[in-house]
């Protein structure tokens, strides 16, 4: 076994050890009671991530620190508290040890809240060589990817080249991809020309790419098709019904034999649940989320908690799992809260049961969709629903002021001041003198 973590010793309280700093993890570890507990939060980066708002990042429209929140400030005055910043590599149930890129560390109770990552489907070329959305790393290198490939156009005599680089295909039609169409068709529409008056910002193309026969599928057939006309409206390229085979060479081959020149591919088709080995074969489901029973234990585990997007529970309602978005995992932390209490107090457990809220996404200025239960509405009412839920939703009144002072900054002004090519210096620094 590996060196041991340096954690204070937990005395006479369990010690809970959350692994990712989520949605789900992080109000667990808001709402859990000290008097009981010792918390340890590990997480890969030093700050809880808003996530929905990543596709503003990538282009240019809010910088990543105002949907960034660090993990010592939110936690600064709690008392048996401890973060530590690293890597979860394997869990052994057997010992209660969990095994860490800064050493092992022993739980009373385990609770993986690590979410999920981009799923390429086993195609690494594919990988490779286009761009996902899940990490403030990947936001950045799509921002300066967007923003380089216009320099470029603009640089080069070569048409071909040219329209290669004006190309953005988006593969996915999901909630982030139709934000993200909408949001290069504003760019092409109100910035784009201002920027570069020497390019034909006409000639750019948006092409939105879905295996399935519409858009939005866990919307209704109402909203997947109004999201579609106002996509078109805009100049969006929808083409559904089509799987992508693979991308080399600057050139996308789909499964109907065509093919799309492109320098710019954008892949948010799919996400794979980011759970650690270690568990037993039988506790791994479809696309390697955890399963688990009504109460979010790991199945064949008795002290192994998973929720939010790496949780897998079967229901009647959600035979294939609970949606992988957002609520599901505020609301599975919210009642294991109590059921960790419940343990200690030995009281019955509360079992899960998820409370649809609705869904919502933003396909451009002024225009959204929104489902309730009952209630489905679109266009700017909506569009403000979205705005004041998703600026509500971040961590920190100063995040949210700036949030909100870029997004009425570029309403009036149809101009975001945050076309900065930023990289990261990739050579060691000349020493001599």
């Given amino acids: 076994m590996m060196n041991k973590m340096d954690i204070p010793d937990k005395g006479n309280k369990k010690r809970i050890v959350i692994v990712g700093g989520g949605f789900g993890g992080l109000k667990l570890a808001r709402k859990l ?3 009981k507990f010792q918390i340890v939060l590990l997480d890969k980066n030093n700050y809880h991530l808003f996530q929905p708002l990543l596709y503003q990042v990538a282009t240019a429209g809010i910088e990543p620190s105002a949907i960034s929140f660090p993990f010592r400030k939110i936690f600064k005055k709690r008392k048996y508290f401890h973060i530590r910043i690293c890597e979860a590599l394997n869990v052994m149930p057997e010992q209660n040890v969990l095994e860490t890129s800064i050493g092992s560390i022993t739980y009373d109770y385990l609770v993986i809240a ?3 990552k981009t799923n390429y489907f086993g195609n690494d070329k594919i990988a490779e060589e286009t761009m996902s959305l899940k990490t403030t790393a990947e936001a950045l290198f799509n921002r300066n990817q967007v923003l380089e490939s216009f320099e470029k156009a603009q640089n080069t005599a070569d048409i071909q080249v040219r329209e290669k680089l ?4 988006i593969v996915g039609g999901g909630a982030t991809g139709i934000e993200l169409s909408g949001a290069l068709a504003e760019m ?12 034909d910002i006409n000639r750019m193309r948006i092409i939105l790419i879905d295996a399935a026969p519409r858009l939005l599928s866990a919307f ?3 909203s997947s098709d109004e999201v579609k006309n106002y996509l078109e409206k805009k100049g969006v390229e929808v083409l559904l019904n089509l799987s992508v085979l693979n991308y080399e060479d600057n050139e996308l081959k789909l499964s109907d034999n065509s093919s799309i020149l492109s320098s710019n591919i954008f892949w948010v088709a799919g996400v794979r649940a980011n759970s650690m080995p270690g568990l037993p074969l039988e506790a791994y489901g479809p696309s390697n989320r955890l399963k688990v029973d009504e109460y979010n234990k790991v199945i064949g585990s008795t002290n192994i908690f998973a929720i939010g ?20 995992a505020i609301q599975q932390a919210a009642n294991l809260v109590h059921n960790l209490q419940h343990i200690e107090s030995d009281v019955p457990l509360n079992p899960f049961v998820y409370h649809n809220k609705g869904s919502m996404a933003t396909i451009g200025r ?3 969709i929104v489902e309730l239960k009952r209630i489905r509405f679109s266009g700017f009412p909506a569009w403000a629903v979205w705005l004041f839920i998703h600026l509500m939703s971040i961590v920190g009144v100063k995040n949210r002021l700036f949030i909100f002072i870029d997004w ?12 900065l090519i930023i990289k990261p210096l990739n050579k060691h620094r000349n020493k001599k003198g």
């Fill in 114 to 116: 690590t979410g999920c």
């Fill in 309 to 328: 997007d790496t949780a897998l529970m079967v229901t009647e309602k959600y035979p294939k799992g609970h949606p992988q978005v957002v609520q599901p």
């Fill in 408 to 419: 009425m900054w570029s309403y009036f002004t149809y101009d975001p001041s945050l076309r």
């Fill in 166 to 169: 004006m190309t953005f295909v």
């Fill in 33 to 35: 009671k000290n008097d």
């Fill in 366 to 368: 002024n225009n959204a």
């Fill in 188 to 199: 092409r529409r109100f910035i784009l020309p201002q920027d570069y008056p020497d390019l």
């Fill in 220 to 222: 209704s057939q109402q």
